[in-house]
Nanobody, 121 residues
Framework: QVQLVESGGGLVHAGGSLTLSCAAS??????MGWYYQAPGKSLREREL??????????TYSDYAKGRFSVSRDVAKNTAELQIHSLEPTDTGVYYC??????????????WGKGTLVTVSS
């Protein structure tokens, strides 16, 4: 079982920067990354921001390339999301996601509770 704790959300002015952090507990973690849920959208409609996988490397969504940066510390099971030049359209809930093998070897997805980012204009 993997548990996640996110931190770093809040109210930020447009043009500013923000760093979100995620700390995971558990074993056999193979990927850590971040997803975005826009206001009014369901959990199923969460969009990939960026993810770092042990074998696939780093993947960003097209919209996240440039202003968003994902980093991961494999030894500490932590991940960060840095957002630069924040825009009001970045407002939403950001979720940390972890992929890890369960005891029988299946790849499982684990989600944090989400952290709200509000960007004021």
């Amino acid at each position: 079982q993997v548990q996640l704790v996110e931190s770093g959300g809040g109210l930020v002015h447009a043009g500013g920067s923000l760093t979100l952090s995620c700390a995971a507990s558990g074993n056999r973690i193979s990927a850590m990354g971040w997803y975005y849920q826009a206001p009014g959208k369901s959990l199923r409609e969460r969009e990939l921001v960026g993810i770092i996988d042990d074998t696939e490397g780093t993947t960003y969504s097209d919209y996240a390339k440039g202003r968003f940066s994902v980093s991961r510390d494999v030894a500490k099971n932590t991940a960060e999301l840095q957002i630069h030049s924040l825009e009001p359209t970045d407002t939403g809930v950001y979720y940390c996601k972890v992929e890890a093998r369960n005891p029988v070897g299946y790849l499982m997805n684990y989600w944090g509770k989400g952290t709200l980012v509000t960007v004021s204009s």
